[in-house]
């Protein structure tokens, strides 16, 4: 098998019998409007080759991985083959290239993409994720690729039996890609702290995954974009502190923990699996990163052109925005009594330019509705008239726009808020989905936590997104448990939430016993 990388979590994947492409994205137009473009810039990759797989294997539903422009370009006769998990909003995303059969395989299920190469798809446990890992084997040889996902280890373990014990090669994304803290009014000290945060929480679940699944090798991608549109070149800066780790900022942690068999990989690097042994693209003997400023720099006058494209399709509106800001709202408000409670305060919203205004939408019961006002707002967000529009017409998904950058936010009291998965995923059967899920998910399971001393058991599925503890939570110096998919903190005195509204976490003494007893596993304690 060979594996040749086309920058950000793109692959290009070569076996015995098929020629395959994982999540390539190559569109000079960037994604997420022109806000992200690939690090390094891989247009060099734009072949023959490229344009002929034999199918199109897609991770999940977002657009630095669903690429309309390059799809549009390839054979109709490559079938994109996605998670029954993430096919729904790959769909969306195809319709806007050629048309193309999707093979949407269920979780585990296995897709014989030729005579000996097989795949199948391993999804994160949750309603709302559109992410899976996929492994790939030919031949005996078994590439994995968790790309972003979080899975828990349990699926770890079973993604390792299923490979027979024996993983060649697994990829897997550094970074974490967010709105926050990058685009929250933050002192540059706090938003530097936050990112610091979320990126040693990311490399702490890879290392794990790494001693649950002991790949011969390892290909970090960073997965992080750069920023090239002048109004949002300043997120570059997160390249190095923050959330966007670079490949050789990557390898160096893990050499730092003792995993030296990290493959560093430019786009149109070559990994030969049998052989153990990488093949380089001499397009980059040529180009220089060391001073990345100056590449970035670089890099936007070339793309400028696109990115001002793009904005011509996002006009300022001549006429107020108020109507469909309210009309968009009051609908929302009622797809989900459920997530109403769970929200539980005013949000505002100031938009600028033609067509804007300060307008809220109140969550409380007692005051529930839509207002020309920004009063008494927890959460205030700042966004362009030209997103605007867009938003409230629904022809431009939350998702892709937070994705964007283009905002900012402000809280009144530092604490998460659950209205932001509302407009991501402004679905009512989903939210159903979801309150099932959360009010449900093994509501007698519990683990036994160990701090400062002193244990007790606490439920195993967190109160906010029933993510599974044994995987995401983590135990503070200060005596309290953080689940790292949202960063919820619970108090393990009391179960209150700690910062934010997310539900009570059940705690009680050690040895009380569960109607599902779970095997006792102490919590690590994490470092302040």
Request: net charge neutral; glycine share 8%.
């Given at each position: 098998?060979?594996?040749?990388?086309?920058?950000?979590?793109?692959?290009?994947?070569?076996?015995?019998?098929?020629?395959?492409?994982?999540?390539?994205?190559?569109?000079?137009?960037?994604?997420?409007?022109?806000?992200?473009?690939?690090?390094?810039?891989?247009?060099?990759?734009?072949?023959?080759?490229?344009?002929?797989?034999?199918?199109?294997?897609?991770?999940?539903?977002?657009?630095?991985?669903?690429?309309?422009?390059?799809?549009?370009?390839?054979?109709?006769?490559?079938?994109?083959?996605?998670?029954?998990?993430?096919?729904?909003?790959?769909?969306?995303?195809?319709?806007?290239?050629?048309?193309?059969?999707?093979?949407?395989?269920?979780?585990?299920?296995?897709?014989?993409?030729?005579?000996?190469?097989?795949?199948?798809?391993?999804?994160?446990?949750?309603?709302?994720?559109?992410?899976?890992?996929?492994?790939?084997?030919?031949?005996?040889?078994?590439?994995?690729?968790?790309?972003?996902?979080?899975?828990?280890?349990?699926?770890?373990?079973?993604?390792?039996?299923?490979?027979?014990?024996?993983?060649?090669?697994?990829?897997?994304?550094?970074?974490?890609?967010?709105?926050?803290?990058?685009?929250?009014?933050?002192?540059?000290?706090?938003?530097?702290?936050?990112?610091?945060?979320?990126?040693?929480?990311?490399?702490?679940?890879?290392?794990?995954?790494?001693?649950?699944?002991?790949?011969?090798?390892?290909?970090?991608?960073?997965?992080?974009?750069?920023?090239?549109?002048?109004?949002?070149?300043?997120?570059?800066?997160?390249?190095?502190?923050?959330?966007?780790?670079?490949?050789?900022?990557?390898?160096?942690?893990?050499?730092?923990?003792?995993?030296?068999?990290?493959?560093?990989?430019?786009?149109?690097?070559?990994?030969?699996?049998?052989?153990?042994?990488?093949?380089?693209?001499?397009?980059?003997?040529?180009?220089?990163?060391?001073?990345?400023?100056?590449?970035?720099?670089?890099?936007?006058?070339?793309?400028?052109?696109?990115?001002?494209?793009v904005l011509a399709r996002f006009?300022?509106?001549?006429?107020?925005?108020?109507?469909?800001?309210?009309?968009?709202?009051?609908?929302?408000?009622?797809?989900?009594?459920?997530?109403?409670?769970?929200?539980?305060?005013?949000?505002?919203?100031?938009?600028?330019?033609?067509?804007?205004?300060?307008?809220?939408?109140?969550?409380?019961?007692?005051?529930?509705?839509?207002?020309?006002?920004?009063?008494?707002?927890?959460?205030?967000?700042?966004?362009?008239?030209?997103?605007?529009?867009?938003?409230?017409?629904?022809?431009?998904?939350?998702?892709?726009?937070?994705?964007?950058?283009?905002?900012?936010?402000?809280?009144?009291?530092?604490?998460?808020?659950?209205?932001?998965?509302?407009?991501?995923?402004?679905?009512?059967?989903?939210?159903?989905?979801?309150?099932?899920?959360?009010?449900?998910?093994?509501?007698?399971?519990?683990?036994?936590?160990?701090?400062?001393?002193?244990?007790?058991?606490?439920?195993?599925?967190c109160p906010h997104a029933g993510?599974?503890?044994?995987?995401?939570?983590?135990?503070?110096?200060?005596?309290?448990?953080?689940?790292?998919?949202?960063?919820?903190?619970?108090?393990?005195?009391?179960?209150?939430?700690?910062?934010?509204?997310?539900?009570?976490?059940?705690?009680?003494?050690?040895?009380?016993?569960?109607?599902?007893?779970?095997?006792?596993?102490?919590?690590?304690?994490?470092?302040?």
């Open positions: 098998m060979r594996v040749t990388s086309l920058g950000h979590a793109g692959l290009r994947v070569e076996t015995s019998g098929a020629r395959l492409l994982c999540d390539p994205w190559l569109s000079p137009e960037g994604a997420f409007q022109a806000s992200w473009f690939q690090y390094p810039d891989n247009a060099h990759l734009m072949s023959d080759e490229i344009r002929a797989p034999d199918a199109v294997v897609l991770t999940q539903g977002e657009r630095d991985r669903v690429d309309p422009w390059l799809l549009a370009q390839l054979a109709t006769s490559a079938p994109a083959i996605a998670c029954t998990t993430s096919a729904p909003s790959v769909r969306r995303l195809l319709k806007e290239s050629a048309d193309r059969r999707i093979v949407a395989a269920t979780p585990w299920q296995r897709v014989e993409v030729a005579p000996g190469t097989t795949l199948f798809f391993v999804p994160e446990d949750s309603p709302l994720s559109r992410r899976a890992a996929v492994v790939l084997r030919d031949g005996g040889e078994t590439l994995v690729d968790l790309g972003g996902t979080r899975l828990a280890p349990i699926q770890l373990e079973q993604i390792r039996d299923a490979a027979g014990g024996r993983i060649d090669l697994l990829c897997m994304q550094g970074a974490t890609m967010s709105w926050y803290p990058s685009c929250y009014e933050y002192s540059d000290e706090r938003r530097r702290e936050a990112a610091r945060q979320k990126r040693l929480a990311r490399f702490a679940y890879i290392v794990r995954a790494l001693r649950i699944l002991k790949p011969t090798h390892v290909m970090p991608f960073g997965g992080h974009p750069c920023f090239l549109d002048p109004e949002l070149f300043h997120h570059n800066d997160g390249l190095e502190p923050g959330g966007f780790p670079d490949q050789k900022q990557y390898i160096a942690w893990l050499a730092d923990r003792g995993i030296s068999n990290a493959v560093a990989m430019m786009p149109g690097d070559s990994w030969d699996i049998t052989r153990r042994r990488r093949e380089t693209d001499a397009t980059w003997d040529a180009v220089s990163l060391s001073d990345r400023r100056r590449y970035l720099t670089e890099y936007a006058e070339r793309r400028r052109p696109h990115v001002d494209a006009p300022e509106p001549r006429e107020s925005l108020w109507d469909s800001f309210r009309d968009y709202f009051e609908h929302l408000l009622l797809l989900s009594p459920y997530f109403n409670e769970r929200i539980g305060i005013r949000i505002g919203f100031h938009i600028t330019g033609d067509g804007g205004g300060d307008w809220s939408v109140d969550f409380r019961p007692e005051s529930r509705g839509v207002r020309p006002t920004l009063d008494d707002c927890g959460y205030e967000y700042r966004v362009a008239a030209r997103w605007a529009q867009p938003l409230f017409s629904r022809a431009l998904g939350w998702d892709d726009f937070l994705y964007s950058l283009r905002l900012t936010a402000r809280r009144s009291a530092d604490k998460c808020n659950d209205h932001v998965r509302l407009l991501r995923f402004a679905d009512e059967k989903l939210l159903r989905a979801v309150e099932k899920h959360e009010a449900t998910a093994r509501a007698d399971d519990t683990i036994a936590v160990h701090s400062g001393g002193k244990a007790c058991r606490v439920q195993r599925f993510s599974d503890l044994l995987d995401s939570g983590e135990v503070l110096p200060s005596g309290a448990l953080r689940c790292l998919a949202h960063r919820y903190e619970y108090s393990l005195s009391d179960g209150r939430c700690l910062n934010g509204n997310a539900g009570t976490l059940r705690v009680a003494p050690a040895g009380a016993e569960s109607a599902t007893p779970t095997p006792i596993m102490a919590m690590p304690e994490w470092p302040s």
